[in-house]
């Protein structure tokens, strides 16, 4: 079984699993998916998984995804998230 190198937040990850869903990406990462949700980065493209926890995403070689904190149940801004790439 192949295995998926990718990134949380710039810390290297890996999975044999094909699909995985937000909040087990985020949960690998020691992340609570309570607090956080996941945005994967495609070049210029962000692609947000906010409330969609369960959603699978299919799993290819060198992802990248950023958390983003929930405070107060507002997440913070999608230029948060590209300060946090820079």
């Known amino acids: 079984?192949?295995?998926f190198n990718y990134t949380v937040d710039g810390e290297a990850q890996s999975t044999d699993q094909?699909?995985?869903t937000p909040s087990e990406i985020l949960k690998k990462a020691g992340d609570d998916p309570q607090k956080y949700y996941l945005v994967q980065i495609e070049g210029q493209?962000?692609?947000s998984y906010k409330d969609?926890?369960?959603e699978k995403i299919h799993m290819?070689?060198?992802m990248k995804f950023?958390?983003?904190l929930i405070q107060g149940g507002v997440p913070l801004s999608m230029s948060?998230?590209?300060n946090r790439l820079s």
Do not use: A, C, F, R
Request: hydrophobic letters at 30%.
């Open 1 to 3: 079984m192949p295995t």
């Open 18 to 20: 094909h699909d995985l």
């Open 45 to 47: 493209k962000q692609i």
């Open 52 to 54: 969609k926890g369960n």
């Open 60 to 62: 290819h070689e060198n």
């Open 66 to 68: 950023v958390t983003v």
């Open 80 to 82: 948060y998230v590209s």
